[in-house]
């Protein structure tokens, strides 16, 4: 496959974009913490910090494009829940030409009282969820039973950091490919089990 190094199936830009995560990204405490899966680790993943310039987060957006295309997964649209895909939605966007939207965590209230903000889904789109980093994928998973009624084509699930196994067969049942850029076992680190 073009652009594809010959040992492996992952795009050229992922290693520079592991290198950012596993850096800037990774932070190993002596107390445990809990995930939002209400599970206790010592290893943090902060996503955000991982790609806090434009330069930064343009690697990482351009490994997950790569990885897209490497996978097959076209899109129209790139985004998921906010907080978490917001910053590589945008990326994404910029480095692809494509659309973003970001889905809310509660309705607004006022004006057009939606759930998504950004671009206009429309029935047919294809969708590209995304986030900064998976402990079992409901927040991702909430994004799309969020987007479904509006008729969309979910085509993917790219995480920039999956910290278990759970994910991939919580998507797998919806027949949703899911790969993620990152996971733990890429950062030597024992994944989360199921709760």
């Known amino acids: ?17 592991f290198d950012l995560i596993r850096t800037r990204g990774h932070e190993r405490r ?7 899966s209400g599970q206790l680790s010592h290893d943090y993943i902060d996503g955000k910090y991982a790609v806090d310039t434009g330069e930064r987060l343009t690697i990482v957006s351009r490994a997950v494009a790569d990885l897209a295309a490497a996978k097959g997964i ?23 030409g494509k659309a973003w939207f970001s889905v809310r965590k ?6 057009r009282e939606q759930w998504v903000e950004g671009t206009r889904l429309e029935p ?11 402990s079992t994928g409901g927040s991702t998973e909430l994004a799309l ?14 995480p920039m950091v999956d910290r278990g196994d759970v994910a991939a ?20 680190i024992e994944p989360v089990k199921d709760v």
């Not at 649209?77 to 917001?86: E, S, W």
């Not at 047919?124 to 998976?134: A, E, F, P, Y």
């Not at 969309?152 to 790219?158: A, E, N, S």
């Open 169 to 188: 067969g919580r998507f797998a049942k919806r027949n949703v490919p899911f790969h993620a850029l990152v996971t733990y076992r890429d950062l030597g």
């Open 74 to 96: 076209e899109f129209d649209a790139v985004g998921g829940l906010t907080m978490g895909a917001d910053p590589l939605a945008h990326g994404v966007a910029m480095v692809t």
């Open 1 to 17: 496959m073009p652009g594809m190094p010959a040992d492996t199936d992952r795009p050229q830009t992922w290693q520079a974009a």
């Open 124 to 134: 047919g789109m294809r969708v590209l969820l995304v986030d900064d980093v998976i």
């Open 145 to 158: 039973e969020r987007i479904a009624p509006l008729g969309v084509v979910v085509t993917g699930v790219i």
């Open 106 to 111: 509660e309705q607004k209230k006022r004006g």
């Open 30 to 36: 002596e107390e445990p913490f809990k995930l939002a």
